[in-house]
């Protein structure tokens, strides 16, 4: 029987649990089911260890029974904001502290109510007060980073491994994330506007969402560790909130004439080791750093012109921009020519 052998609904499901044997004789202590149980916390909003919490928001405390409170029952102390008193209004059961300023962003607040602050309102004594403090703490929304310093300009983000929030429009889905862009782009070409979300699954996004993201910055290697690919930059276990819909995408970037010009020689010449940890983030130079700029976002090549078999696999077809004008050196199949020092940056596949 549920709670020591105290309830007794007459209905045996809500009454009794199957367990194993616990016998009892006249020595085994004595079970006083008309004795009290002392209030305490059964929920807080925001709950304990919450994170992104608004900073306007306020605190509610929800007990396990009706209770009165009385003098300093409750703190609230926050990193940066400092100490905050509340309007308190609600009650017996559920009290809403509304606290006097807002707190402020990427803070840690604790909040503590004070067991003899809180009694119970039933005349079964004692016990009356809660047994011990109450405390749990919360973290409130940080500011939203611009997408181009998520990315920098480099091969690896600066804020890798580091929890952030941007702000974007969804540009495109795949079956297990969707793409992001900053239609605020800053006038850094280096750095890109872009982003992939990892949801692993399915999202639930569309294409022209608004949307505020927050989620861990991670490196992903497609195929593995052990190869030559670079990593991704993206965003995994993300939350993402719709702020709006039907949007216009931010107009793509140019890959040529009337955009941005690639290089047609060079993959990397300035590495010591890995371009993601050595040399200089050069993208006007570099046909490496020039696609990670653009990593993530829209483009576009104009008069594009195949220069290679369409593959069977993915049917993938690698082409240069405006008619290959600014591609060399041209086979007279129409091809591009490999040679050494030259890898030919400038074909997109």
């Known amino acids: 029987r549920k709670n020591g052998g105290c309830v007794?609904?007459?209905?045996?499901?809500?009454?009794?649990?199957?367990?194993?044997?616990?016998?009892r004789n006249t020595a085994s202590p004595f079970n006083d089911c008309s004795a009290d149980t002392a209030p305490s916390?059964?929920?807080?909003?925001?709950?304990?260890?919450?994170?992104?919490?608004?900073?306007?928001?306020?605190?509610?405390?929800?007990?396990?029974?009706?209770?009165?409170v009385q003098g300093s029952w409750?703190?609230?102390?926050?990193?940066?904001?400092?100490?905050?008193?509340?309007t308190v209004s609600g009650g017996p059961t559920t009290f809403s502290l509304d606290p006097d300023t807002d707190f402020a962003t990427g803070e840690t607040c604790t909040v503590t109510a004070f067991a003899n602050g809180v009694g119970d309102q039933d005349a079964n004594d004692p016990p009356d007060t809660m047994a011990a403090d109450f405390v749990f703490s919360f973290a409130t929304e940080t500011t939203p980073i611009p997408i181009h310093d998520v990315q920098g300009a480099v091969h690896i983000s600066?804020?890798?491994?580091?929890?952030?929030?941007?702000?974007?429009?969804v540009t495109a889905?795949?079956?297990?994330?969707?793409?992001?862009?900053?239609?605020?782009?800053?006038?850094?070409p280096a750095t890109s506007e872009g982003i992939f979300v990892f949801t692993n699954s399915a999202p639930t996004t569309a294409v022209?969402?608004?949307?505020?993201?927050?989620?861990?910055?991670?490196?992903?290697?497609?195929?593995?560790?052990?190869?030559g690919n670079l990593t991704t930059t993206e965003l995994s276990s993300p939350t993402v909130a719709l702020l709006s819909a039907g949007n216009p995408l931010p107009p793509p970037i140019v890959i040529g004439n009337g955009g941005r010009i690639p290089p047609e020689t060079v993959i990397e010449n300035d590495a010591s080791g890995s371009v993601e940890t050595s040399?200089?983030?050069?993208?006007?130079?570099?046909?490496l750093d020039f696609y990670e700029s653009l990593e993530g976002m829209r483009v576009q090549l104009n008069d594009a012109v195949a220069v290679g078999p369409?593959?069977?696999?993915?049917?993938?077809?690698?082409?240069?921009?405006?008619?290959?004008?600014?591609?060399?050196?041209?086979?007279?199949?129409?091809?591009?020519?490999?040679r050494p020092g030259d890898g030919n940056p400038e074909r997109v596949t």
Request: aromatic letters at 6%; glycine letters at 14%.
């Open 8 to 23: 007794d609904t007459g209905d045996n499901s809500a009454d009794v649990v199957s367990g194993s044997p616990t016998p």
């Open 41 to 68: 916390v059964a929920a807080t909003s925001p709950a304990g260890n919450a994170s992104d919490v608004a900073v306007g928001s306020n605190v509610s405390i929800t007990f396990s029974e009706p209770v009165n």
């Open 74 to 86: 409750y703190s609230i102390s926050c990193g940066s904001s400092g100490s905050h008193s509340a």
């Open 158 to 169: 600066p804020y890798n491994g580091q929890v952030v929030k941007v702000l974007g429009i």
């Open 173 to 188: 889905r795949s079956s297990n994330g969707f793409w992001m862009q900053d239609p605020n782009a800053d006038a850094d």
């Open 208 to 227: 022209g969402d608004s949307v505020r993201v927050s989620g861990r910055v991670q490196e992903f290697r497609p195929g593995g560790a052990t190869n």
């Open 279 to 287: 040399g200089v983030f050069d993208p006007a130079e570099d046909g």
């Open 310 to 338: 369409t593959a069977v696999g993915f049917g993938e077809t690698p082409v240069v921009g405006d008619d290959g004008a600014n591609a060399f050196v041209r086979t007279y199949r129409g091809g591009l020519l490999l």
